[in-house]
T-cell receptor, first 113, second 114 residues
């Protein structure tokens, strides 16, 4: 596709359930970022993939959060045993390289009830 | 620690220039200054970036001081659609390696008023 695609666009889940959020970056982009944004708050960095380098996981808030990037393309962010405080918009971005312009998807709005 | 300091909010009259300041006194020699903006309910959008020379594109101009410790983003003729949160970010811009992560601060909320 022409831009970064995220799915689902909205997800409602029950507390304690696991969720998977998907990000399809722009083809050829080697850098991929995940952020979350709670209502009215700024962007909180979660994890960053750059080519074949070890990902920067320093922003993951707990061990319930994990992410992988298969084949240097699609990425999945997994949240285990979801909690209400996990409710937020999860944004994915990709760039041609780590110095290049980053393009953002429209995000996945996660609601934990 | 935040690498940049921006005012939390600013107002601008429609049609006038909006000048958004950013302080980055600890910027390293290999770090660029990037600007993004986030319009309500949308993902952030890249605006412009620069190293030490002033830059201009179809969206904005970026003025970087000679000592590189501060910069100003200029929207020459602000419109109501420019109302957004503007983020100033410093980061390494070299290919490869694990440096150069894109970390957002709190930004400046720009309100363009009619």
């Amino acid at each position: 596709g022409a831009g970064v695609s995220q799915s689902p666009s909205n997800k409602v889940t029950e507390k304690g359930k696991d969720v998977e959020l998907r990000c399809d970056p722009i083809s050829g982009h080697t850098a991929l970022y995940w952020y979350r944004q709670s209502l009215g708050q700024g962007l909180e960095f979660l994890i960053y993939f750059q080519g074949n380098s070890a990902p920067d996981k320093s922003g993951l808030p707990s061990d319930r959060f994990s992410a992988e990037r298969t084949g240097g393309s699609v990425s999945t962010l997994t949240i285990q045993r979801t909690q209400q405080e996990d409710s937020a918009v999860y944004l994915c971005a990709s760039s041609l390289g780590q110095g290049a312009e980053a393009f953002f998807g429209q995000g996945t709005r996660l609601t934990v009830v | 620690d935040a690498k940049t300091t921006q005012p939390p909010s600013m107002d601008c009259a429609e049609g006038r220039a909006a000048n958004l300041p950013c302080n980055h006194s600890t910027i390293s020699g290999n770090e660029y200054v990037y600007w993004y903006r986030q319009i309500h309910s949308q993902g952030p959008q890249y605006i412009i970036h620069g190293l030490k020379n002033n830059e201009t594109n179809e969206m904005a101009s970026l003025i970087i001081t000679e000592d590189r410790k501060s910069s100003t983003l200029i929207l020459p003729h602000a419109t109501l659609r420019d109302t957004a949160v503007y983020y100033c970010i410093v980061r390494v811009a070299n290919y490869g390696g694990s440096q150069g992560n894109l970390i957002f601060g709190k930004g400046t909320k720009l309100s363009v008023k009619p």
